[in-house]
């Protein structure tokens, strides 16, 4: 029974999808079908794929590059050495979701997004612990206070 085709169009033992099938492997774990109302369209399955994986990275940009840069505010130059560390680790965990959206999108994009979720969560908690413990943030109520405002 060595490479006969299974049931999912790719060839037993082999955890990928069948290079003709066009993706629809991959739709199939996933939870489409292509005869199902509102799903993928059956000629786009692989743009699809790659559409869902950009956009989400594109998403994950803006919040990681902008806690970054909040982040940065708040650090002297001798700790500025985190921010690196936060570029890398989404830089990776961008290339884990990928592949790991490109294997099951429901359940292994998980490895890729979990570490960068994270990270994203903790940036922005020490932003606003740090914003709210700054004396900076004084600077600015004192500021708002001046022309007629409320902190």
Known sequence: MEGERGTDGGREGEGGADQTDGGQTIWRKAGYSSSSEGSIPHSLPMIWLYY?????????????????MILSTF??????????????NAFLSRLLFMWGYRQTPNTKRSLGFGPLI???????????????NSPRNLIICLSVLEYGGSC
């Open 75 to 88: 650090l002297t130059q001798s700790q500025m050495k985190i921010i690196p560390i936060i570029a890398i």
């Open 52 to 68: 869902r994986i950009s956009a989400n990275t594109m998403e994950q940009v803006v919040i990681s590059c902008s806690g970054s």
């Open 118 to 132: 994270i990270t994203n969560f903790a940036t922005y908690a020490v932003n606003i612990y740090l914003f709210v």
